[in-house]
C-alpha cells in the first residue's frame, strides 16, 4: 500500500497530477510604485473547482505590503483545476511572479 505524505504544516497532499492547476483568470501584477521591483513565490491550494484556498508567502524579496497585496490577488484568481487518473482534483502548487 502507497501513502503519501502532506507537506509540512498540513495543506494538501503533493501527489503527482496528470494536469497541474493552470491560472484561466487575469491577475493584476502591475505595482504603482516604479522603484518596486523583485519577486515573490506564493503556495496554492488550490481546489477541485480552480479556487484557491491558502495563500501563502514562501519567498519574497517585495516590501511587505507589496507582497501582501499580490497574495490578496491571487487568493481571488481563478485556475483550470488539476487532473489527476482522468478526475479534477485539488492540488498544491507554487507560482514565482515577478514585479518590474
Excluded at 504544516?9 to 496528470?18: M, W
Excluded at 484568481?77 to 498544491?92: E, M
Amino acid at each position: 500500500m502507497r501513502t503519501i505524505d502532506k507537506p509540512k504544516g498540513g495543506g494538501l497532499p503533493r501527489v503527482p497530477n496528470d494536469a497541474a492547476p493552470e491560472l484561466v483568470s487575469e491577475v493584476d501584477t502591475e505595482i504603482a510604485d516604479f522603484r518596486v521591483t523583485g519577486f515573490i513565490i506564493l503556495a496554492l491550494e488550490v481546489d477541485d473547482q480552480g479556487v484557491p484556498g491558502n495563500v501563502e508567502v514562501i519567498y519574497s524579496d517585495l516590501p511587505a505590503e507589496t507582497a501582501e497585496l499580490l497574495a490578496k490577488r491571487f487568493t481571488a484568481a481563478r485556475f483550470k483545476p488539476a487532473v489527476k487518473g482522468g478526475q479534477v482534483t485539488a492540488a498544491s502548487i507554487l507560482m514565482r511572479i515577478d514585479v518590474e
